[in-house]
C-alpha cells in the first residue's frame, strides 16, 4: 500500500511537471495529461491498480461537476439557454443514438444497451479542455458561454443515459418508453432535492458563525453529500450537483461575505480539480495495461480501429447538429432573429470544441468489473474504456492543438454587444466608490470634522470617482482603444511586481513586521487578479 502511494505520488509530481512545461510552451494543458497517462502504461515495472469502480465515480464526479456549475455565471446561462439545451441535450441523445447503433454494427458482439453506454461515456465534451485551450484567445463571448453551458448540462444527460444504459445491461430488461418518464422523473427529482440541499447548505454559511477554513471545507463537501441524499432515494446525483452548485454560485455573494473566505475558497478549489484532473489520468496510465491484457478476442489494433471509428462519428455528428442548430431556429423565429447571427464561423468553432476529457474517461473507469451475480464478467467492459481513452486522446491531442490555429485562421470578431470588460470595471468602480461617498455623507459627517482620517478616505474618494469619470469618458470600443488598454495592463504588472520586489526588501529590513507585509502582499495579489482575469492570461 505504502508503495502504491508513494508511486502515485511520484507519477503526479512529474505529471506536475508536464504541465509546468505545457504552460511554458503555450499548450493547453490537459493535452499534456492524456499524453502523460499514455506514457506511464509504457513504463516497466509500474504495478497495475485494481480500482473499485464505485469509488472512482463517488470521489471524481460530484467535485468535477459542482466545479463546473460554481464557475458558470446563471445570467449568461439563461440569456443563451436556447443553444445551450439544444447542445447538451439534443447533441448528447443524437450522438447516443448514433454511436449506439454504429458500434453494433461495427463490433462484433455488442450489444445495443452496450453502444448506449459507450455514447453516453463519449457524449459529453469536457469543460476544463475547452476553456483551457481557449483561454487567452480571442473567442466571442457568446461561444464561450455556449460552451460553458453545454459543458456543464450535458455531463449531467450523458451520465443519465449511461446509468440508464448500465442498468439495462446489469438487469437484461430495457423499455424505451419506461426509460423516458423515468428519465423525466429521475432528472426532476435530483434538482428538487440538490435545490433543498443547497438551501441547507446556504442557510448553514449565512446563519452560522463560520471560519474562512470551514466553509471551504464545507463547499468540498457539499458536492459529495447532495450526489448521496439524492443516489439514497434513486434520483439523480449529478442533476442533484449541478442545480445545487447553480444555486449556491447565484447566493455566492451573501454566503461568502469577506475576502479572505472567498480567496481561501478559490485556493482550495483550484488546487483540488487540478489534482482531480491530473490524478484520473495518473489512474488510467496504471490501469491501461490491465485493460489492454483483458482484451480478450479484440486485439490492440482492433480497439484502435473502433476508438479511431467512434472519434469520427462524435466529430462529424457534432457538425451536422450545431449547424442546423445556429441557424435553423432563426428561419423560424423572428424573437431569435433579434439577436445578431453567428454566421458560419461562430459555430465551426463550437464544432471542433468538442473535446472529451477527464468526466468521460472518469464515467469510463466506473463501469462495475461483476454483473449482479458478482461471477459474471461485465461484458465489453475493457473494450469500452479503451475505445474511451483513444476517443479522448484523438480529440484531445488533434482537436486542442489545432483549435487556436483554426481560431486564428478565423479572426473572429466579437458579434454581440458587449461592453468592454475594462469598461464595465471602472463602472462597477464608480458604483462602488459613489456607495461609499453617500454613506460618509449620510452617517460620518459629524466624524469627519474630528477624525483626519476619514477626511483623506473622503478626498481619496472624491479624486477616485473623478478619475473613474474621466477614464469612461476617454474610453471608446475600437482596435486602438484596446491596444491602449493592454498597454495599461502591461504597465499595471510590471508596477506591481516592482512592489513585491520592494516588499521583499523591507521584509530584509525587518522594520516592518512579517504581518502587516502579509497584507501588502494580499492586496497587491488582488490587484494582479483582477488584471490578469480581464486578460485571460
Not at 512529474?14 to 504552460?23: E, G, P, R, S
Not at 449556491?248 to 482550495?268: A, K
Not at 483626519?452 to 474610453?475: D, F, G, P, W
Amino acid at each position: 500500500m505504502h508503495h502504491n502511494i508513494l508511486l502515485i505520488l511520484a507519477l503526479l509530481f512529474a505529471v506536475m511537471l508536464l504541465v509546468l512545461l505545457a504552460k511554458r510552451i503555450k499548450v493547453a494543458y490537459p493535452i499534456f495529461l492524456v499524453i502523460a497517462g499514455l506514457g506511464i502504461s509504457f513504463i516497466p515495472g509500474v504495478p497495475v491498480l485494481h480500482l473499485d469502480p464505485n469509488l472512482i465515480f463517488l470521489i471524481f464526479l460530484p467535485p468535477l461537476l459542482y466545479e463546473a456549475a460554481w464557475y458558470t455565471s446563471w445570467n449568461d446561462f439563461w440569456k443563451w439557454k436556447r443553444p445551450i439545451s439544444l447542445l447538451a441535450f439534443g447533441l448528447v441523445f443524437f450522438t447516443s443514438t448514433i454511436v449506439a447503433y454504429a458500434t453494433t454494427a461495427i463490433i462484433p458482439g455488442f450489444t445495443l444497451a452496450l453502444g448506449f453506454l459507450l455514447g453516453g461515456i463519449v457524449s459529453p465534451p469536457d469543460a476544463v479542455a475547452a476553456a483551457t485551450v481557449l483561454k487567452g484567445m480571442s473567442v466571442p463571448k457568446r461561444i464561450l458561454t455556449i460552451l460553458e453551458g453545454e459543458s456543464l448540462v450535458n455531463d449531467a444527460s450523458s451520465l443519465i443515459v449511461f446509468k440508464f444504459a448500465l442498468l439495462a445491461i446489469l438487469t437484461g430488461t430495457f423499455s424505451m418508453q419506461q426509460a423516458t418518464g423515468q428519465f423525466f422523473q429521475v432528472a426532476g427529482m435530483g434538482i428538487v432535492i440538490g435545490l433543498a440541499g443547497a438551501h441547507i447548505m446556504y442557510a448553514i454559511h449565512r446563519f452560522l458563525p463560520t471560519t474562512p477554513a470551514i466553509d471551504a471545507a464545507l463547499t468540498v463537501m457539499t458536492p459529495y453529500l447532495l450526489y448521496l441524499a439524492a443516489e439514497q432515494f434513486h434520483y439523480s446525483g449529478v442533476m442533484a450537483v449541478v442545480s445545487g452548485g447553480l444555486f449556491m454560485s447565484y447566493r455566492s455573494h451573501e454566503v461568502f461575505r469577506t475576502g479572505s473566505t472567498r480567496i481561501n475558497m478559490l485556493g482550495v478549489w483550484n488546487t483540488m480539480i487540478f489534482v482531480m484532473n491530473a490524478l484520473v489520468f495518473v489512474l488510467i496510465g496504471l490501469v491501461l495495461p490491465d485493460i489492454i491484457a483483458g482484451l480478450g478476442d479484440y486485439s490492440v489494433a482492433d480497439g484502435i480501429k473502433y476508438g479511431l471509428i467512434v472519434s469520427g462519428i462524435i466529430i462529424a455528428l457534432r457538425f451536422l447538429w450545431v449547424y442546423p442548430a445556429a441557424h435553423i431556429p432563426r428561419w423560424l423565429s423572428a424573437k431569435v432573429r433579434q439577436d445578431p447571427s453567428p454566421g458560419w464561423k461562430g459555430p465551426l468553432i463550437i464544432s471542433w470544441a468538442g473535446m472529451r476529457g477527464v468526466v468521460s474517461l472518469a464515467t469510463a473507469l466506473s463501469i462495475p468489473v461483476l454483473m449482479y451475480d458478482k461471477v459474471t464478467p461485465f461484458p465489453q467492459r475493457n473494450l469500452i474504456i479503451f475505445i474511451t481513452f483513444v476517443v479522448i486522446f484523438i480529440t484531445l491531442v488533434f482537436q486542442g492543438l489545432s483549435l487556436p490555429l483554426i481560431i486564428k485562421w478565423l479572426k473572429v470578431k466579437e458579434i454581440d454587444n458587449i461592453v468592454p470588460e475594462e469598461e464595465q470595471l471602472a463602472g462597477i468602480q464608480l458604483r462602488l466608490d459613489q456607495v461609499a461617498l453617500k454613506t460618509l455623507g449620510e452617517k460620518y459627517d459629524n466624524a469627519m470634522q474630528h477624525n483626519e482620517l476619514i477626511r483623506i478616505y473622503k478626498s481619496n474618494m472624491e479624486n477616485e470617482i473623478l478619475n473613474v469619470t474621466q477614464r469612461l469618458a476617454s474610453m471608446e470600443c475600437d482596435a486602438s482603444q484596446a491596444k491602449e488598454i493592454k498597454a495599461y495592463h502591461k504597465m499595471l504588472l510590471e508596477i506591481y511586481a516592482r512592489q513585491r520586489k520592494e516588499l521583499f526588501l523591507l521584509r530584509k529590513e525587518k522594520f516592518f513586521s512579517d504581518e502587516e507585509i502579509r497584507k501588502a502582499e494580499m492586496q497587491l495579489d488582488l490587484n494582479e487578479l483582477k488584471i490578469t482575469n480581464s486578460m485571460h492570461l
